[in-house]
């Protein structure tokens, strides 16, 4: 069951059905109490989350050594795993700047849309940021939501960064060819793959039963093995700015904790080298 959703399915089968195995991605322990969980009493239940704020800073870094000073962050609705994608994009962004000596260059516009999918105010808010503000690129992150920032971004050559999948087939494919600069993923797929492996194949449900596990970076070698990622295949990779080498080796940095993101979602992240303009909800 793949996202914060099926929390109230699971709330209302999970205790009906006690010899049903319930295996849940993107499904928080907040989702999961708020629909009436006992955890104390869900051996018949696992959930993986995210540490989205990894994914969001590789996507955040990448951007602007890529070349792109002006950002834009759209979240969906204002809950944690939205916080953590952005202000993890923040921080990977300041420590761009940072590296390249151009943080008095470089800007990020940051609000959410209080949904996770597009509409016509949305659209226009972004209209305003790409036609007015001359934002280069939106983190569209929030389900849907990728639509209002990809209509305004198709009228001015604008670009725009996917979450969760790799999303530039639906962007790309929608809006226009080449529009879509990555995309901070969460591992959905190999989630899906690993668990049902090693809980059907090898019969280990007892390492999961009544678990809530946070993945990330799982190699310091292999970025396609980890559970938070940009895609290998459709990146923008730009020789001399960012490459795939590149990359790599800031996966490899923040593995070793060299690098360091803070998923502190109580406070907005100090990032003091460059602008931040946080806007609050557009709706909601």
Known sequence: MPGYLFAAAIG???????????????????????NGVDLSKASNLFSAVYQEELSGYMAGYAAVKMGYKKLGFLGGMEVPAVQRFGYGFVQGANDA??????????????????????????????DNWYATK??????????????????????????????????SAVIDGGYGEGMTVTSAMKGLAPTTIDTLTDVIVNGNWANYAGKIETLGLVSADDPSANYVQLPLETTQWADGKFTVEDYTALVADMFNGKVKVSNDTTVEPTVSNIAVNYLGNIKG
């Not at 700047?97 to 972004?126: P, Q, R």
């Not at 389900?143 to 198709?154: D, K, M, R, W």
């Not at 960064?161 to 790799?166: A, H, L, N």
Request: proline content about 2%.
């Open 12 to 34: 209302e089968c999970q205790p009906t059905y006690p010899d049903v195995k319930f295996i849940a991605l993107d499904v928080s322990e907040f989702d999961l109490t708020s």
């Open 97 to 126: 700047a940072v590296e390249l000596d151009i943080a008095a260059d470089v800007s990020c516009e940051y609000v959410y849309g209080g949904k996770f999918m597009g509409d016509a105010d949305i659209t226009a808010y972004m």
């Open 134 to 167: 001359g934002v280069e690129v939106v983190f569209a992150c929030g389900g849907g939501i990728f639509t209002s920032a990809a209509e305004a971004a198709q009228k001015v050559n604008g670009k725009v960064i996917g979450v969760d999948t790799d999303q």
